[in-house]
């Protein structure tokens, strides 16, 4: 799978609970190599955790920080990154991205979505009192721009390791469509 990438890094992009976290870790040990959760980094870096970050700044001061930590990470060496729901909307770090790496759309529907999120409740953008109107306006208003990706893989309810299958089935398919 190393030849396919010509050691570039695998940047997973999608919306909050699409799973890029989760099948980034996994997809990270099948292919032997290091896994960066950039919201993780972005936390380490800021001393603080992202809903914190959001109240005692607010998002542009986290959205900075977010491209900061995005375009160290793509310098460090070929690896697994996730990243936030946001980071591909800005456009210098989709170039970045672009240039450096092979970007994938994680894609999910609105129910496996809400079903993930409501799990859990540290998502700053949902701490609305309509979470499911939030959740459909940034379907609405970044599906587009996640399009933009190298590849796309449908997330479903299935094992995360499906899912693993699938991105590495969609990679090869990359690899041979562009010879």
């Given at each position: 799978?190393?030849?396919?990438?010509?050691?570039?890094?695998?940047?997973?992009?999608?919306?909050?609970?699409?799973?890029?976290?989760?099948v980034g870790r996994?997809?990270?040990?099948?292919?032997?190599?290091?896994?960066?959760?950039?919201?993780?980094?972005?936390e380490q870096a800021?001393?603080?955790?992202?809903?914190?970050?959001?109240?005692?700044?607010?998002?542009q001061h986290f959205?900075?920080?977010?491209?900061?930590?995005?375009?160290?990470?793509?310098?460090?060496?070929?690896?697994?990154?996730?990243?936030?729901?946001?980071?591909?909307?800005?456009?210098?770090?989709?170039?970045?991205?672009?240039?450096?790496?092979?970007?994938?759309?994680?894609?999910?529907?609105?129910?496996?979505?809400?079903?993930?999120?409501?799990?859990?409740?540290?998502?700053?953008?949902?701490?609305?009192?309509?979470?499911?109107?939030?959740?459909?306006?940034?379907?609405?208003?970044?599906?587009?721009?996640?399009?933009?990706?190298?590849?796309?893989?449908?997330?479903?309810?299935?094992?995360?390791?499906?899912?693993?299958?699938?991105?590495?089935?969609?990679?090869?398919?990359?690899?041979?469509?562009?010879?």
């Amino acid at each position: 799978m190393q030849h396919v990438l010509h050691g570039r890094s695998l940047v997973l992009i999608g919306l909050m609970g699409a799973g890029k976290t989760t099948v980034g870790r996994r997809l990270a040990q099948r292919l032997d190599l290091p896994f960066a959760d950039a919201d993780h980094e972005i936390e380490q870096a800021a001393g603080k955790t992202i809903p914190e970050i959001f109240e005692d700044y607010g998002e542009q001061h986290f959205r900075d920080g977010e491209r900061r930590v995005i375009a160290r990470l793509l310098e460090s060496g070929q690896q697994v990154i996730a990243t936030g729901g946001g980071a591909y909307m800005n456009e210098h770090t989709r170039q970045k991205i672009s240039d450096e790496a092979v970007s994938i759309w994680l894609r999910a529907d609105f129910d496996l979505l809400m079903k993930r999120v409501r799990r859990r409740s540290h998502r700053p953008l949902l701490q609305t009192a309509d979470p499911e109107a939030v959740m459909r306006n940034l379907i609405d208003e970044r599906y587009p721009v996640y399009a933009k990706a190298d590849l796309v893989v449908d997330s479903r309810d299935v094992p995360h390791s499906v899912i693993v299958k699938d991105v590495i089935a969609a990679l090869l398919n990359f690899e041979s469509a562009s010879r």
